[in-house]
């Protein structure tokens, strides 16, 4: 026989049997569309995620004082579960001082925040004050400015302020050389940053040094946090590690006793990533279970099949069909099931695709033609393999006792 023959005599089957044949393609139809839409759904997951990282500078490096050992418990260093609060550590100039031994490092500052009521035009509101090395940071930041300027080295008592304090904090938009007063000291605006969601839309960035005279129980040369810049992104790790071991020395601490943190943007980048592959998997593991089922559908449906079509199996061998010809048939008659319950479950899995990440806020990717073609395969697949069995057992009927069967 021709495979066109196959197909011709498998489309015949499937057509005959109709409501069992569209049951069992339900259950396929679930399967792939639950498969299709989870992976879709983590691309666009995926696809937020870089997102929200896409601005983000994954040369920077930032020391803070304070350790967890739980942060590192897979490592297993030595006292791990115990923690260094930040409260009595600190960082200071002779951190950096040490840290400038460092070859690698392009840029270094350190900083200082805190909260403070800032008054404007009459109002008043606690805002998050962030001190800076204004000779440095302007090399480091990724924000843009929407209007004025960044820091200069010779400023003091002015600040650049995020988009929400300009527009949203107070009755009256903040704009440039306006002045906002801080523990009574007047901070002139010098520049706004464009929007980047979140909270640094509601800070105020300032000169470390001004920023010491309005932040209370802020001290000079104490930081809390140290920001480094490298010139490479591949030497985020190494650089971060020789910053760990050059600490651990100018403060006299082992692992044990650590008492400061050192985390990379390049690092959380990793880990994110890393989380999302890991729940990807697991929501995909837990769609494909549907699609063991459905197989179960196609092999037992494909049983009943040869058990209602034994007579015409035996007549088929009477007349001169070969085994070969009539696992065919039935490998064909299940390529179809799965190809069937394939091409709609891609169908309603695109929908899911588009509507899911909308109704969770999610930038939509939509169905990328390999998830379509994967979704098909699969299918098809495992249509194959669940009718294999009942295919091989119906090529291997007797035509007597075929045609004796009632």
């Given at each position: 026989?021709?495979?066109?023959?196959?197909?011709?005599?498998?489309?015949?089957?499937?057509?005959?049997?109709?409501?069992?044949?569209?049951?069992?393609?339900?259950?396929?139809?679930?399967?792939?569309?639950?498969?299709?839409?989870?992976?879709?759904?983590?691309?666009?997951?995926?696809?937020?995620?870089?997102?929200?990282?896409?601005?983000?500078?994954?040369?920077?490096?930032?020391?803070?004082?304070?350790?967890?050992?739980?942060?590192?418990?897979?490592?297993?260093?030595?006292?791990?579960?115990?923690?260094?609060?930040?409260?009595?550590?600190?960082?200071?100039?002779?951190?950096?001082?040490?840290?400038?031994?460092?070859?690698?490092?392009?840029?270094?500052?350190?900083?200082i925040s805190g909260r403070e009521d800032v008054y404007f035009l009459g109002e008043s509101v606690s805002l998050s004050i962030t001190g800076v090395d204004p000779q440095v940071w302007q090399y480091v930041t990724t924000s843009d400015v929407g209007s004025g300027r960044l820091l200069e080295p010779a400023d003091k008592f002015v600040a650049v302020i995020g988009s929400g304090v300009a527009e949203d904090i107070f009755e009256?938009?903040?704009?440039?050389?306006?002045?906002?007063?801080?523990?009574?000291?007047?901070?002139?605006?010098?520049?706004?940053?464009?929007?980047?969601?979140?909270?640094?839309?509601?800070?105020?960035?300032?000169?470390?040094?001004?920023?010491?005279?309005?932040?209370?129980?802020?001290?000079?040369?104490?930081?809390d946090s140290i920001v480094v810049k490298v010139g490479n992104v591949d030497m985020v790790e190494s650089v971060a590690e020789e910053i760990k071991t050059k600490l651990m020395i100018s403060r006299h601490v082992s692992e044990r006793d650590q008492d400061f943190s050192v985390s990379a943007s390049k690092s959380m980048l990793e880990d994110v990533s890393s989380m999302m592959s890991s729940m990807n998997l697991f929501l995909?593991?837990?769609?494909?279970?549907?699609?063991?089922?459905?197989?179960?559908?196609?092999?037992?449906?494909?049983?009943?099949?040869?058990?209602?079509?034994?007579?015409?199996?035996?007549?088929?061998?009477?007349?001169?069909?070969?085994?070969?010809?009539?696992?065919?048939?039935?490998?064909?008659?299940?390529?179809?099931?799965?190809?069937?319950?394939?091409?709609?479950?891609?169908?309603?899995?695109?929908?899911?695709?588009?509507?899911?990440?909308?109704?969770?806020?999610?930038?939509?990717?939509?169905?990328?033609?390999?998830?379509?073609?994967?979704?098909?395969?699969?299918?098809?697949?495992?249509?194959?393999?669940?009718?294999?069995?009942?295919?091989?057992?119906?090529?291997?009927?007797?035509?007597?006792?075929?045609?004796?069967?009632?």
């Open positions: 026989m021709r495979y066109r023959t196959y197909l011709k005599l498998a489309l015949n089957i499937l057509l005959h049997s109709k409501l069992r044949s569209w049951l069992t393609i339900i259950g396929i139809v679930i399967g792939v569309a639950a498969v299709v839409s989870i992976m879709s759904l983590g691309d666009s997951m995926a696809m937020n995620v870089e997102s929200r990282f896409a601005d983000m500078d994954l040369t920077k490096i930032t020391i803070t004082p304070g350790y967890s050992r739980a942060q590192s418990a897979m490592h297993g260093p030595p006292g791990q579960g115990q923690t260094s609060s930040s409260s009595d550590v600190e960082l200071t100039n002779k951190d950096i001082m040490a840290l400038k031994l460092i070859k690698d490092i392009q840029y270094m500052y350190g900083e009256q938009p903040v704009g440039i050389n306006m002045v906002l007063t801080i523990n009574g000291k007047s901070v002139r605006v010098v520049g706004i940053l464009e929007s980047e969601g979140g909270s640094s839309d509601r800070q105020i960035i300032m000169p470390i040094d001004a920023a010491v005279e309005v932040i209370e129980d802020a001290e000079k040369n104490t930081f995909g593991a837990i769609a494909a279970v549907s699609l063991v089922v459905g197989a179960v559908g196609i092999a037992n449906t494909m049983f009943t099949s040869v058990l209602e079509k034994t007579k015409e199996i035996g007549t088929m061998k009477a007349i001169g069909a070969k085994n070969r010809d009539i696992m065919m048939i039935f490998i064909f008659n299940a390529l179809l099931v799965g190809f069937v319950g394939g091409a709609f479950g891609v169908i309603i899995g695109s929908i899911a695709s588009v509507y899911l990440p909308s109704m969770l806020g999610m930038a939509t990717v939509g169905l990328s033609l390999e998830l379509t073609v994967f979704g098909l395969l699969i299918a098809m697949v495992i249509g194959v393999i669940s009718g294999a069995v009942p295919a091989y057992r119906a090529s291997r009927l007797k035509p007597v006792d075929a045609l004796r069967y009632e």
